[in-house]
């Protein structure tokens, strides 16, 4: 038997939540288009029969943090170093290389192994790819390489390969059936979250966060399982509340309708979903509401 912590970090916005769901092979990653929509640190377990790989999906690495939950966000990528058996770090091939990028002084901190991985190929031609892979070893000390396109899933099954012939041998950390640590209340939270930075542009994803004042398991008049969820959108200002609710309530009724859909998708039952939005002046420089908040 063998197992391991498998922590993922990388800049905002390079596939690492993508690669994650791509690897355990469910949605647990929140993902958008637009940067820095991981926050949190994440785990996905995945459970074979002879392994288990505890997988960590991390914020991106803000280069030039501008509030202190930026700065909190950096501290899980920095926490991630000190408790991996093997580190990946995904690099995405459409970006420019960077000499002054952050994490080059993260990586080298690493003492377990570290696997660059090289994602989006399929958006480059085979000679960036190359380039790209030297100008990375010639900074940090990498054990191994792989080229993927985690979206594409090309490339991905190598990698748990190659993930698995690092792991030590030891007894599983979870159950067999044990995807996560985090509670369904996290996951709904993230849900909501993933659809206002969908729906929404500019200043706005960035300026809420979402959180579940109530989740209850109950039951239809039919007898079906109901989960009744309260959830407060908090905004950093009062003239962001009618642009998140939108004319008659029109942004933030379709905000939940698609919320509702992914949260019976993943709580596999019917949802009554309540949004309610509410000011929280600078939340993000906030050390109490931060905390609150799981930062």
Not at 190 to 198: A, L, M
Not at 235 to 242: A, L
Not at 254 to 272: H, M, P, S, T
Request: with cysteine; hydrophobic share 40%.
């Amino acid at each position: 038997m063998k197992s391991g912590f498998v922590n993922i970090i990388g800049k905002p916005n390079v596939g690492k939540s993508t690669l994650m769901n791509a690897l355990v092979g469910e949605r647990m990653s929140i993902i958008s288009h637009k940067p820095q929509t991981t926050r949190h640190r994440l785990i996905g377990i995945l459970t074979g029969e002879d392994f288990q790989v505890v997988f960590s999906d991390t914020p991106g690495y803000v280069k030039k943090p501008s509030y202190r939950m930026h700065e909190t966000m950096n501290r899980f990528v920095e926490g991630t170093v000190e408790d991996a058996d093997l580190m990946l770090f995904v690099a995405d091939m459409t970006d420019e290389l960077d000499p002054e990028n952050p994490v080059i002084e993260v990586l080298k901190k690493v003492e377990c192994p570290l696997l660059l991985v090289l994602n989006k190929t399929d958006l480059v031609d085979p000679q960036r790819i190359v380039d790209a892979g030297n100008w990375w070893r010639n900074r940090v000390k990498f054990t191994d390489t792989m080229a993927i396109s985690a979206l594409r899933g090309v490339g991905t099954a190598e990698l748990l390969t190659k993930i698995l012939a690092f792991l030590p041998e030891g007894d599983p950390f979870y159950p067999p059936d044990q995807l996560t640590d985090r509670p369904e209340r996290f996951f709904a939270s993230e849900i909501i979250r993933e659809k206002i930075f969908h729906l929404y542009d500019d200043e706005i994803p960035y300026s809420c966060e979402v959180g579940i004042e109530s989740f209850k398991e109950t039951q239809t008049k039919a007898g079906e399982p109901l989960a009744r969820i309260l959830a407060v959108i908090y905004v950093m200002r009062e003239s962001q509340k009618p642009i998140l609710i939108g004319k008659g309530g029109s942004a933030i009724k379709k905000l939940g309708e698609k919320a509702r859909a992914d949260l019976e998708a993943f709580l596999q039952c019917k949802v009554y979903l309540e949004t309610t939005v509410k000011v929280r002046e600078n939340w993000r420089d906030n050390d109490a509401t931060l905390q609150r908040f799981g930062y």
